[in-house]
């Protein structure tokens, strides 16, 4: 590597650094710690109740409704504790019936239904009752033409059906028999005590019902064990124990969440005693004597995600519709570079999309590598010329160059500066914008972005990436870079239909080439996430997802000096 263009990347980042971290950092590697772990209570420690669990949000949730809830991390930590699913997720990603509104799912032989029994006597946290005719009415309107567009992904394509069997049980169709058919059949309710009137009042009016001023959106309503009584916008929220929740009640009595986007705030606030865990970045954990404080306090636990840190490319715009395009520039980011400087080494390129432990994963599978001279060869086979070596290409007097949205965060900051430096030694400009979680949502939906640069999760099966990626969710569905391939259509079908292990794993690393292939994305890597948690929190677990995204999760921790007496 010239020393020039090192020197230049690494006082790129040590300039972003230096103003995200603390006075007390410095260099050095600490030892891994790999797997799903668990703090848990210590011989003859019985887990107490009672107690205020304060933890850190990175942004503040745009959504915490049932109606437009959307995939963001942070809406999810906070979710799962307010709404309860239909089928819960447990550690080892199977189906949690403990966690979930169901009592009972039964596929029938020829896997194109699956019949749901629901558990008795549920209710809304406003004390309605949480029926059979709630998810009925939910995926009637989800389902009409009336919210495409405004409202998408909730009502899984694969569906083609819902029966009322009575109050508490319901059939739920498939167009095809679905080998793996928990992800479909994961339906949300809707409180159409509160729903149905604002659609009659909009009938009765004369106008169209916005679900964006629905009560529903203002005032979330959920049915899990915490419900929402405190919300300040941008600041935080606080959640209170629900006193009627019908599963295994946690153990916390109030968890208080605290906006905190930037990364080393968070880690003053723990120091502090401010906020009790958080996500934790890989420079951090490179300082011995950070390292050494957060230890002092509590306990750094890492463990894999099932993600992928990746940049969807817009296929609907040029030069992104270009397959050369996008594989000369896949070509130019030093990938293993970022990885050991901005993630100490705890990462692993991406080959693909899937996951290391993810069906469809290929450890013999290669990701690009970086080669600036076969970069240039594929701009110029892409009709693109330049003047000199490092300066602009150009085609029909048009330059190549690009605007690449991601969230405002110290972590993607970042990573977006160490990939702009790369392609600017390619002759490529690409300028950065930072957004909230809200308004880079609504790029999304509406698709005004040339690149977009997110930590991307791949769930607890890798049928649900289907609708990232197949034909039918380009247009307004969940398929974000806009890709159309017939061969990734086929392969997800197949797998989808297909109920041999090995052949599914078979198909789903033939999507993962493909995908490789077409280069809809440039996958850059499967990171390993740390976390760091008070000593007076157990019960805290990782699994494939995370420390968040299944059950009991969050619901189980505990705290060591909690009474009950301590919430009045």
Not at 24 to 39: D, F, K, N, T, Y
Not at 201 to 205: F, Q
Not at 534 to 541: C, D, L, M, N, T
């Given at each position: 590597m010239p020393a020039k263009r090192l020197r230049h990347l690494h006082a790129t980042l040590f300039a972003l650094?230096?103003?995200?971290?603390?006075?007390?950092?410095?260099?050095?590697?600490?030892?891994?710690?790999?797997?799903?772990?668990?703090?848990?209570?210590?011989?003859?420690?019985?887990?107490?109740?009672?107690?205020t669990l304060h933890r850190r949000l990175a942004s503040y949730p745009a959504h915490l409704d049932l109606l437009f809830i959307g995939g963001s991390l942070v809406e999810w930590d906070v979710s799962l504790l307010l709404h309860e699913e239909l089928l819960g997720t447990s550690q080892d990603l199977q189906i949690d019936l403990e966690h979930s509104l169901a009592r009972s799912a039964e596929p029938a032989e020829d896997h194109r239904s699956v019949?749901?029994?629901?558990?008795?006597?549920?209710?809304?946290?406003?004390?309605?009752?949480?029926t059979v005719d709630d998810f009925l009415f939910a995926y009637q309107l989800l389902s009409s033409d009336t919210l495409r567009g405004e409202i998408h992904g909730r009502i899984h394509p694969d569906v083609s059906g819902l029966k009322k069997l009575g109050d508490d049980a319901m059939t739920v169709y498939f167009g095809k028999p679905l080998a793996e058919w928990r992800g479909p059949a994961n339906l949300p309710p809707l409180p159409r005590h509160l729903i149905q009137p604002e659609l009659a009042?909009?009938?009765?009016?004369g106008r169209s019902w916005n679900p964006r001023e629905s009560i529903v959106a203002r005032e979330p309503l959920g049915a899990g064990p915490y419900r929402l009584v405190t919300r300040r916008e941008g600041e935080g929220l606080v959640l209170e124990r629900w006193k009627a929740y019908p599963?295994?009640?946690?153990?916390?009595?109030?968890?208080?969440?605290h906006v905190i986007p930037d990364a080393s705030a968070a880690i003053n606030a723990f120091l502090a005693g401010d906020i009790d865990e958080t996500w934790i970045g890989a420079d951090k954990l490179a300082s011995p004597s950070l390292r050494s404080q957060l230890e002092s306090r509590g306990r750094i636990l890492s463990g894999g995600s099932w993600a992928t840190d990746l940049i969807f490319w817009n296929l609907r715009r040029p030069p992104f519709d270009q397959i050369a395009v996008r594989r000369a520039l896949a070509h130019a980011v030093r990938i293993d570079e970022i990885i050991e400087t901005l993630w100490g080494g705890r990462a692993m390129a991406a080959a693909g999309w899937f996951p290391p432990g993810c069906p469809g994963f290929d450890g013999n599978a290669n990701a690009p590598g970086h080669d600036l001279a076969t970069a240039a060869e594929l701009l110029a086979s892409a009709g693109y010329t330049r003047i000199s070596l490092g300066a602009p290409w150009t085609r029909d007097g048009e330059t190549l160059e690009f605007e690449m949205i991601h969230p405002a965060s110290d972590t993607a900051s970042m990573m977006a500066a160490a990939i702009q430096a790369d392609l600017a030694e390619l002759g490529v400009a690409v300028s950065l914008r930072p957004l909230e979680i809200a308004t880079l949502r609504e790029r999304i939906r509406t698709r005004d972005f040339d690149a977009l640069l997110v930590h991307y999760g791949v769930a607890d099966s890798p049928d649900k990436s289907a609708r990232l990626w197949v034909s039918r969710e380009a247009p307004s569905g969940v398929n974000i870079s806009g890709l159309r391939d017939a061969e990734i259509d086929r392969l997800f079908d197949r797998a989808a239909r297909s109920f041999d292990s090995s052949e599914r794993r078979a198909l789903f690393e033939a999507v993962n080439a493909r995908l490789a292939a077409l280069s809809p994305a440039?996958?850059?890597?499967h990171p390993e996430r740390s976390?760091?948690?008070?000593?007076?929190?157990?019960?805290?677990?990782?699994?494939?997802?995370?420390?968040?995204?299944?059950?009991?999760?969050?619901?189980?921790?505990?705290?060591t000096n909690a009474t009950e007496e301590d919430n009045p």
């Open positions: 650094a230096l103003a995200l971290t603390p006075p007390m950092a410095g260099c050095g590697v600490p030892p891994e710690s790999r797997g799903p772990q668990r703090h848990e209570a210590q011989p003859g420690q019985t887990p107490r109740r009672g107690g019949r749901i029994e629901l558990k008795p006597d549920l209710h809304w946290h406003d004390g309605a009752p949480l009042l909009a009938e009765k009016e599963g295994p009640s946690p153990a916390i009595e109030r968890v208080v969440f440039l996958f850059l890597w976390y760091v948690v008070a000593h007076r929190v157990r019960g805290f677990a990782t699994s494939p997802r995370g420390p968040y995204a299944f059950y009991p999760g969050q619901r189980a921790w505990w705290l």
